[in-house]
């Protein structure tokens, strides 16, 4: 095996899964604000778009700061961002269904944007054929142009390409800690 992988996430739950179904990989429960691995790493990914959750410019230069603290010399820190704010569709609806025979989902979300915040909440119905359920999940995400972005990782010595591409056709930046 030519590499070691590592994870991290704020939520005991998803950790439970991915120990589950990864049991040779070590997880830890850490907020990307604060986590302290003790160890560095050659490659760092945020990936999911999960970076959007730090709102704010403070919040964002944070993260990377702690990130950033974690990567060997010469390390790479991948990160797949949120929206920008030219790309992000306030006052819109999207739906999302599944209809098979034994199982109904419908994902309905309305948004909008507040101070430079992406704003939604999906709101999920579940049919199955001994119950219907309904849940809601709350969500607010931080809107950064890819300048706004590029300035912030270039603040802690990372040089930065953007793939407008990247992952899920929102981009991903592949930065590299200088020496």
């Known amino acids: 095996k030519f590499f070691q992988s590592e994870g991290l996430d704020i939520c005991e739950t998803l ?65 797949e961002p949120w929206l920008t704010p030219e790309v992000w569709k306030e006052n819109t609806a999207h739906a999302f269904f599944i209809d098979e025979p034994e199982l109904k989902i419908a994902r309905i979300n309305t948004s909008f944007t507040r101070n430079k915040i ?13 119950k219907t359920e309904h849940f809601v999940e709350h969500h607010e995400l931080g809107l950064f142009t890819e300048e706004e972005m590029t300035a912030i990782l270039e603040e802690f010595n990372l040089n930065v390409t953007f793939d407008e591409e990247g992952i899920s056709s929102r981009g991903v930046y592949i930065t590299q800690l200088s020496a």
């Open 15 to 79: 950790l439970d899964i991915a120990r589950e179904k990864n049991p040779e990989i070590n997880f830890y429960l850490g907020d990307m604000l604060d986590f302290d691995l003790a160890k560095n790493f050659d490659i760092i990914t945020c990936l999911f778009s999960s970076i959007g959750y730090m709102k704010t410019s403070d919040l964002m230069k944070s993260a990377i700061k702690n990130m950033v603290k974690h990567l060997n010399p010469n390390g790479f820190l991948v990160i």
């Open 118 to 130: 992406s704003v939604f909440d999906l709101h999920y119905l579940i049919g199955t054929p001994e």
